[in-house]
């Protein structure tokens, strides 16, 4: 059963930077494009970013445009989301997505907290 896996996240200050992992133990991402999506209390789950299996294709939500950069290392199996001039409302559950033969498959997310 492929899992993945988001690590990284945490209580930071306004203006703060935090950088969050995703990995699939025991699969291999490295042929799929991935996405980060991240969920607000109260909002709809939406998406941040994605990146092409390759690596050489990313795009972004306008909101976080300049501040977040979106990456991987194929060769360490992992996805990364840089986040800096991080801002209250960047506060979500931030989650990684792969899709396989037509199949969404979610980590369980890790918790980003902006505040002073």
């Known amino acids: 059963q492929l899992q993945l896996v988001e690590s990284g996240g945490g209580l930071v200050q306004p203006g703060g930077s935090l950088s969050l992992s995703c990995a699939a133990p025991g699969f291999t991402l490295g042929g799929y494009a991935i996405n980060w999506f991240r969920q607000a209390p109260g909002k709809e789950r939406e998406g941040v970013a994605c990146i092409s299996s390759s690596g050489r294709t990313t795009n972004y939500v306008d909101s976080v445009k300049g501040r977040f950069t979106i990456s991987r290392d194929n060769a360490k199996n992992t996805v990364y989301l840089q986040m800096n001039s991080l801002k209250p409302e960047d506060t979500a559950v931030y989650y990684c997505?792969?899709?396989?033969?037509?199949?969404?498959?979610w980590g369980q997310g890790t918790q980003v907290t902006v505040s002073s």
């Open positions: 997505r792969v899709v396989v033969v037509h199949r969404e498959y």
